[in-house]
């Protein structure tokens, strides 16, 4: 069984900067994707971004530009910084990992950006 936690939400200004951090314990082994979702109040979960164990990375249009998405394999861990941070972003942000034909979701964190 394999676990993931998010943490590093909060409440941010406008234009301020969040690090997201997801931590996966458990059964790991092998190749895994690790990914960041997101989910608005009254909207359906949208991709924001993802990264391979090779460093590979996909980034959804609405983050492009001001994010930064890592992983340290070792650690089983991945963050997702965001900056320049707008109202839109406020969502619960999930942390998915993906091995094989599996995948796994952590509880979310709260971002609410809000001056």
């Known amino acids: 069984q394999v676990q993931v936690v998010e943490s590093g939400g909060g409440l941010v200004q406008p234009g301020g900067s969040l690090t997201l951090s997801c931590t996966a314990t458990g059964t790991i082994y092998g190749s895994y994707d690790m990914g960041w979702y997101r989910q608005a109040p009254g909207m359906q979960r949208e991709f924001v971004a993802s990264?391979?164990?090779?460093?590979?990375?996909k980034v959804a249009d609405s983050v492009k530009g001001r994010n930064a998405i890592s992983r340290d394999n070792a650690k089983d861990t991945a963050s997702l910084q965001i900056d320049r941070l707008k109202v839109e972003d406020t969502a619960v942000y999930y942390c998915?990992?993906?091995?094989?034909?599996?995948?796994?979701w952590g509880q979310g964190t709260q971002v609410t950006v809000s001056s």
């Open positions: 990264i391979t164990d090779l460093g590979l990375t």
């Open positions: 998915n990992l993906v091995m094989g034909l599996r995948d796994y």
